[in-house]
């Protein structure tokens, strides 16, 4: 086997959705842990900031060094290299999330059994059904008295239009929490609040349902009801069937307490058994395999350092096929330059260092002085465009106005770098050249002004503009297409890609426009 086919097979490059307060953070941690990449818990901050004010969010980003160093956190694990890539919690900075999904090959979902299905897990889940990226889910606090299992499936299945497959089933809940039974591995895990990552959970082999070893490790009670339980559901969930995991039609399910090490690492386990290894991209032109030998890597995230001193960032490429080399001549395929990385970094659970060799499903650090922009792709010379990295149509909407005459050009700088980055999107008025900012979340714009202060030393003031929507307009009726360019002339934007845009200011005109152009195509994302 080649050295690019036997790295590239234990690559596993995922990353977890969740709502706010599931335990995203409690579950990296359990799972750094036993990747033996952190040693003690508490190592990975709290990332929860849904209640803090914009400034207590930027002097916590920079505290943990704007969240570079966990953006992206490596260990192996029974032979796998795992990668495992963060998502911001704060719904305002979805769209970042929803690039971060395009870089890995499969996704955790985790589930508050309390809670049930929430929002936020809602939207996400629709982004990974979009690219039929498989899911494994975990139902978190089992520990707490939440809903009945059968519920949780029940409404995981119909929220999110994806079938699901427990691979474990919880023995009582809350206070009488005893434990899983791991129906993918046939035997009993019992439950021990006290279990630290040196005492291994007790395990009692069960290779039959109906053994009386299961009445003596449970007590007769909760055994009958087990078994009952697992006949009803044998009875209603198909077996395990990992191609349809692969495919995005099944989701396996396991239940366990993240806060407590409980059933995490069965999770883990289970997740380097089956979960994907990299997976072909779709480009504009071609599918790039993982195996080729060429090497294709596409910039999915550009991270500001948010020291004044230091107005560099961090560009992360996925390598998508091929093996990337240090100091080795690429072509940025945009602007068709050489492009040579003399210090590319992996990221390794809280580290970073240095490599000279990466392979696909890995993600590297570049260093960067406003060479890349967010989709970006670096070849050997061909000119591939991946597809995929999605924009979402803004609904908050501001003229950005520079206040101080005698920084204009900071302030052009500034909004061109932040743009570049995706904290906003940036819209041209076709009528007026004025430039309007999209966001998807108040705080986006906070955002904006806050750092063209603190790092430009500009000063941005947001004037309110008429719109609540935009989407990108486009039809191959050419008739049909100038009629409507002409009608809404003042409505009409371009994106940065020169792609038109229509803004509204009503649903309901919005609504009328769109069934008096039929053969127009109105979509809320552009890739
Ligand atoms: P997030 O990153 O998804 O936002 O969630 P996070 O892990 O921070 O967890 C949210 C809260 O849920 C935390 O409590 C955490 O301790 C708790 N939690 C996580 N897993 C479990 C579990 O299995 N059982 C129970 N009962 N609780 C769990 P907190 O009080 O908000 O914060 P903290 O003081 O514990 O840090």
């Given at each position: 086997m080649s050295e690019l086919t036997e790295e590239l097979n234990k690559r596993l490059t995922f990353a977890i959705i969740s709502h706010p307060d599931a335990g995203k953070t409690t579950i990296t941690e359990k799972l750094l842990l036993f990747g033996g990449a952190i040693h003690m818990a508490g190592a990975v901050k709290s990332k929860r900031n849904s209640t803090k004010t914009t400034s207590d969010f930027m002097k916590m980003e920079q505290e943990r060094g704007i969240s570079i160093s966990t953006s992206v956190m490596g260990f192996d694990y029974k032979g796998r290299e795992v990668r495992l890539l963060d998502t911001p919690g704060h719904a305002d900075f979805s769209e970042d999330t929803y690039r971060t999904l395009t870089a890995v090959d499969s996704a955790l979902m985790v589930i508050d059994s309390v809670k049930g299905v929430e929002e936020r897990t809602k939207t996400l889940c629709e982004i990974t059904a979009m690219r039929a990226t498989p899911v494994i889910t975990y139902i978190n606090k089992m520990d707490r008295e939440g809903?009945?299992?059968?519920?949780?499936?029940?409404?995981?299945?119909?929220?999110?239009?994806?079938?699901?497959?427990?691979?474990?089933?919880?023995?009582?809940?809350?206070?009488?929490?005893?434990?899983?039974?791991?129906?993918?591995?046939?035997?009993?895990?019992?439950f021990n609040p006290r279990e630290t990552l040196d005492t291994s959970s007790e395990v009692v082999e069960i290779t039959d349902i109906n053994d009386s070893a299961l009445d003596d490790a449970i007590g007769e009670t909760l055994a009958k009801r087990l078994r009952e339980e697992l006949e009803?559901?044998?009875?209603?969930y198909p077996e395990f069937d990992k191609d349809e995991y692969l495919k995005a039609k099944i989701t396996p399910v396991f239940f366990g307490s993240a806060i407590?090490?409980?059933?995490?690492?069965?999770?883990?386990?289970?997740?380097?058994?089956?979960?994907?290894?990299?997976?072909?991209?779709?480009?504009?032109?071609?599918?790039?395999?993982?195996?080729?030998?060429?090497?294709?890597?596409?910039?999915?995230?550009?991270?500001?350092?948010?020291?004044?001193?230091?107005?560099?960032?961090?560009?992360?490429?996925?390598?998508?096929?091929?093996?990337?080399?240090?100091?080795?001549?690429?072509?940025?395929?945009?602007?068709?330059?050489?492009?040579?990385?003399?210090?590319?970094?992996?990221?390794?659970?809280q580290d970073r260092e240095i490599i000279d060799k990466a392979f696909p499903g890995d993600i590297i650090g570049l260093h960067d002085t406003g060479?890349?922009?967010?989709?970006?792709?670096?070849?050997?010379?061909?000119?591939?465009?991946?597809t995929g990295i999605p924009n979402f149509a803004p609904s908050i909407f501001r003229i950005a106005q520079n206040k101080d005459p005698l920084k204009s050009k900071q302030f052009d700088q500034g909004l061109q770098h932040l743009t570049e980055e995706g904290v906003a999107q940036v819209f041209y008025k076709v009528s007026t050249k004025e430039r309007i900012i999209g966001v998807v979340g108040p705080l986006q714009l906070e955002v904006?002004?806050?750092?063209?202060?603190?790092?430009?030393?500009?000063?941005?003031?947001?004037?309110?503009v008429e719109y609540i929507g935009a989407c990108w307009v486009s039809s191959s009726n050419k008739e049909q297409l100038n009629k409507f360019e002409k009608f809404f002339y003042s409505h009409l934007a371009k994106d940065k890609t020169d792609k038109l845009v229509y803004m509204y200011s009503n649903k309901w005109v919005f609504e009328r426009t769109k069934e008096e152009y039929p053969e127009l195509t109105f979509a809320t994302t552009s890739d």
């Open positions: 809903r009945e299992p059968i519920e949780l499936l029940d409404e995981i299945e119909e929220e999110l239009k994806i079938k699901a497959c427990p691979l474990s089933w919880p023995i009582g809940q809350g206070q009488q929490f005893k434990g899983v039974y791991s129906i993918y591995e046939n035997r009993i895990i019992l009803l559901v044998c009875g209603v407590n090490n409980f059933g995490v690492r069965e999770l883990i386990d289970s997740m380097v058994d089956i979960a994907p290894e990299p997976l072909p991209r779709a480009t504009e032109s071609r599918i790039v395999s993982p195996d080729e030998d060429k090497f294709t890597g596409l910039i999915f995230k550009i991270h500001a350092n948010l020291n004044p001193r230091h107005r560099d960032r961090i560009a992360f490429m996925r390598i998508n096929s091929g093996i990337f080399e240090r100091n080795k001549a690429y072509t940025h395929v945009r602007s068709g330059k050489t492009y040579k990385a003399a210090n590319p970094t992996a990221f390794m659970a060479t890349f922009k967010i989709g970006d792709v670096i070849t050997e010379g061909e000119k591939l465009q991946f904006i002004q806050y750092r063209l202060d603190n790092e430009y030393k500009a000063k941005c003031n947001f004037i309110p």
